[in-house]
């Protein structure tokens, strides 16, 4: 069975960066592709970036030219690079694994806050 556990959140101060990681324990023969989506106060949860299999990458608007999603498939881990960072990035950060023959597996999250 596949875990994912995430690491990486902290208090930072705005325009500070953070680099979080979700790793993968178990199989992951069927991996499709990893996103990072985070749940801020008050708020629904949402994409941050993704990556595929085959290294393509996609990032929401607000993160574009900030955050950088890469993966090390030798370590089943993905990262989330993050410069830049604003007191809006406040969330939660959650890693969601997307198999091809198995249901998605998400991670417990891990909390960033980004001070003023």
């Known amino acids: 069975q596949v875990q994912l556990v995430e690491s990486g959140g902290g208090l930072v101060q705005a325009g500070g960066s953070l680099r979080l990681s979700c790793a993968a324990s178990?199989?992951?023969?069927?991996?499709?592709?990893m996103g990072w989506y985070r749940q801020g106060p008050g708020k629904q949860r949402e994409l941050v970036a993704s990556?595929?299999?085959?290294?393509?990458?996609n990032y929401a608007e607000f993160v574009k030219g900030r955050f950088t999603i890469s993966r090390d498939s030798a370590k089943n881990t993905v990262y989330l690079e993050m410069i830049s960072l604003k007191p809006e990035d406040t969330a939660v950060y959650y890693c969601?694994?997307?198999?091809?023959?198995?249901?998605?597996?998400w991670g417990q999250g891990t909390l960033v806050t980004v001070s003023s």
């Open positions: 969601k694994l997307e198999r091809y023959f198995a249901g998605a597996v």
């Open positions: 178990g199989s992951s023969d069927s991996f499709k592709g």
């Open positions: 990556i595929t299999s085959r290294g393509s990458t």
